[in-house]
């Protein structure tokens, strides 16, 4: 193997080691073996058969990936991933407008971030998701678990009850009108016991433990692999106070993202982040930017802005790889986050996107 | 570096380095370097094998300069100028990508650096119908949109998928992830193994800053050598291969102008050899517009402070219709 000893990953202090020695190679060292590199060094056997092991890890895994196998590299054609990518479901928000921008809700193996002034329904849109994450497949959902990290505090229990309940309430609305095996059968496990059973809240309240959770959440993903949905509500609050150095502040954002974005892919589940507004004073006039810096601006593959226009709330879609940049109005109801109701329409006419996996089915009204 | 080995060149046996070894001669360099009569007299060692063991090693390690003439008629042999289809991004680059170079393409969060690498993928892979390999560190490569493009540029639905199965895609969120990526390629490339490569001429990294900027900063200068080890490898792909390598890059606020720079320091600005900054035309969110202005930063061959209009829309990366490009300096 011609993999340069710089690239491999070793500690830095070895590698010192190994230049001043005049090994340039992997090879070289493999050839080596664990005795002669210990003495030409100096280092102890232990040591030197460790970095060894690491050594010959790399190299099958390189020589693994050249042959054709599958190794254990994410490597596949577009055509492949077009396939995935179509089959995959995503997480609607119940609200058809927020729905349509997104492209039919939020992706799975994305991260998405929603910034907004304090008020304007981030939490409220983590809890719906965390409960929409639920919804069978037979009714257009991904029916998977949620993991609710919360930061700041705000995760209300009876809320998130409430929103269940609607939710649950729709649900049987529409097996109702639509008289089907598999709704009734879904309808018995969907109740709101087992949508509260299926999120696991963890409570983080400094940034060290923020990073910790996230560092052991790979682990706790593969053992409830149902879970489909990460929400970190208040990724902002930890970061900005009580921090003295701005550039480690950086770093460890970035390293933050980068296991984010890991475990989103690894384990096919959408990330939903929140993130606080910051004010930037300019030479005319001050706007109102989204926190942390503007290398954070590169960790989200999709950005949600949520903001005010007198009293409508409205949402923007600031980032995306794939849909175009728009504004839509919401609302918040005590059944969740909804869509704005024209004004000449009887009640009970949420339209929600249907997977277009399923056949187009419409809503009946009562 | 090369240590001094048995085997080297014939002559140089194992008693020989053990002697050179104790009056300190360990390497190639510092027994080229050295005086051989001092050292034939202080190790016992003949003059002339000694003579003979240098000339070895110098025709062995040593680098032969090459005739300007010859270079020239290499590179023209050798380079071949990839068009993007979009002609004002062909203009900014003068006629296209160039094998043999990195490109890098710089721009803040939403500027439209992964639309134009994947209206680069699919017109290299549709046009020219090479491979293409994608290297993603962000998530953000959508199968969907590079379909929506290739759907734009060709009506025969064989066409498209033929093109999507020239694209490779690999996802590597960590630097190491990356280098054995490439080491990977390096190792395709020089067995000449065609059955999924192909032709391959481009390859697209985005972003490279994701996966550097977390090791970068503070007093460790772990950061560093990984990004200069990157750096050759990506230069070394470039010019041994013929690739057109191009990358993403983030822009950072300086801390004491408040402007916008490109991420990963000074070191990085010397390894691409085109720099185009994206921007967005018009305020944050206010107004939402798919235009985007494309300035050159660095380049080797047009003046810098060239700006042209690009339209990341629905279709494809194109020029705006009604507005010509604007040359500004």
């Known amino acids: 193997m011609q993999r340069a000893v710089g690239s491999l990953p070793l500690g830095p202090a070895l590698r010192a080691r190994l230049a001043a020695a005049g090994f340039q190679t992997a090879q070289e060292l493999l050839d080596t073996g664990p005795c002669g590199l210990s003495r030409e060094i100096g280092i102890s056997k232990e040591e030197a058969l460790e970095a060894l092991q690491v050594v010959r890890q790399e190299c099958s895994g390189d020589a693994a990936r050249t042959a054709g196998g599958a190794g254990t590299t994410r490597k596949c054609t577009a055509l492949e991933l077009l396939e995935e990518e179509q089959a995959q479901g995503f997480i609607i928000t119940f609200c058809s407008a927020l729905d349509n921008i997104l492209g039919g809700g939020v992706q799975l193996t994305k991260i998405t971030e929603v910034c907004g002034a304090p008020g304007v329904g981030k939490t409220q849109l983590c809890m719906q998701l965390a409960v929409d994450v639920q919804i069978p497949e037979c009714f257009g959902g991904v029916c998977g678990e949620a993991v609710f990290i919360d930061t700041e505090g705000s995760f209300m229990v009876d809320r998130v009850a409430d929103i269940a309940a609607a939710c649950v309430q729709h649900c049987q609305l529409i097996a109702e009108t639509h008289q089907e095996e598999d709704h009734q059968k879904a309808l018995e496990t969907f109740s709101l016991e087992s949508i509260l059973s299926h999120i696991y809240y963890f409570r983080c309240r400094d940034y060290i433990e923020l990073l910790a959770q996230v560092y052991l959440l790979p682990d706790f993903l593969s053992e409830h692999s149902k879970v489909r949905l990460v929400v970190i509500d208040g990724i902002a609050f930890p970061f900005r106070h009580d921090f003295e150095d701005l550039s480690l502040r950086t770093r460890l954002l970035n390293g933050l993202a980068q296991q984010l974005i890991i475990i989103a892919n690894d384990h096919k589940s959408a990330v939903v982040l929140t993130n606080q507004m910051t004010t930037r004073i300019g030479q005319s006039q001050s706007t109102l930017v989204p926190a942390l810096g503007e290398s954070w601006g590169h960790a989200a593959t999709v950005r949600l802005i949520f903001h005010w226009d007198k009293s409508q709330r409205l949402a923007t879609l600031y980032k995306s790889p794939s849909q175009k940049e728009s504004t839509i109005p919401y609302t918040i109801t005590p059944h969740g986050f909804r869509d704005v109701q024209p004004p000449a329409v009887t009640q009970n006419t949420e339209s929600t996107e249907m997977n277009p996996r399923k056949r187009p089915r419409r809503e009946e009204e009562k | ?329």
């Not at chain 2, 990157?230 to 057109?244: C, D, G, I, V, Y």
């Open chain 2, 1 to 329: 570096m090369v240590v001094l080995r048995a085997g080297l060149c014939p002559g140089l046996t194992e008693e020989m380095i053990q002697v050179l070894r104790a009056n300190g001669v360990r390497t190639v360099v510092d027994f080229v370097s050295s005086d051989l009569e001092d050292v034939s007299q202080k190790c016992s060692l003949s003059y002339k094998a000694l003579v003979a063991v240098r000339r070895v090693l110098l025709a062995q390690f040593s680098a032969f300069p090459a005739n300007g003439a010859d270079l020239y008629e290499e590179l023209k042999s050798s380079t071949a100028i990839l068009p993007t289809r979009s002609p004002s991004l062909d203009q900014l680059l003068d006629s296209g990508l160039y094998t043999g170079e990195v490109t890098e393409l710089m721009g803040a969060p939403g500027s439209g650096k992964t639309q134009v690498c994947l209206s680069i993928a699919a017109s290299v892979s549709l046009g020219l119908k090479q491979h293409v390999l994608f290297l993603d560190s962000t998530g953000g490569f959508t199968a969907s949109r590079l379909y929506q493009m290739l759907q734009a540029q060709a009506e025969d639905e064989e066409e498209q998928l033929e093109a999507l199965q020239r694209i490779q895609v690999a996802r590597v969120f960590d630097v190491y992830e990356m280098l054995s990526a490439l080491q990977e390629v390096r190792d395709r490339l020089s067995q000449q193994a065609v059955s999924c490569t192909g032709p391959l001429k481009t390859v697209l990294i985005d972003s490279v800053s994701a996966v550097i900027h977390p090791l970068l900063g503070g007093r460790q200068s772990e950061g560093l050598a990984i990004m200069m080890q990157l750096a050759r490898e990506l230069k070394m792909l470039a010019k041994e291969f013929s690739l057109a390598v191009v990358v993403t890059n983030q822009v950072t606020r300086d801390s004491s102008t408040g402007l916008l720079k490109p991420a990963l320091g000074r070191s990085w600005s010397f390894v691409p050899s085109t720099r185009v900054l994206l921007e967005s035309k018009g305020a944050p969110w206010e107004e939402v517009t798919t235009r985007r202005s494309a300035s050159l930063a660095k380049s080797p061959r047009q003046p810098t402070g060239m700006q042209v209009e690009l339209d990341i829309g629905n279709s494809d990366v194109q020029e705006p219709s009604p507005a010509t490009p604007t040359e500004g300096l």
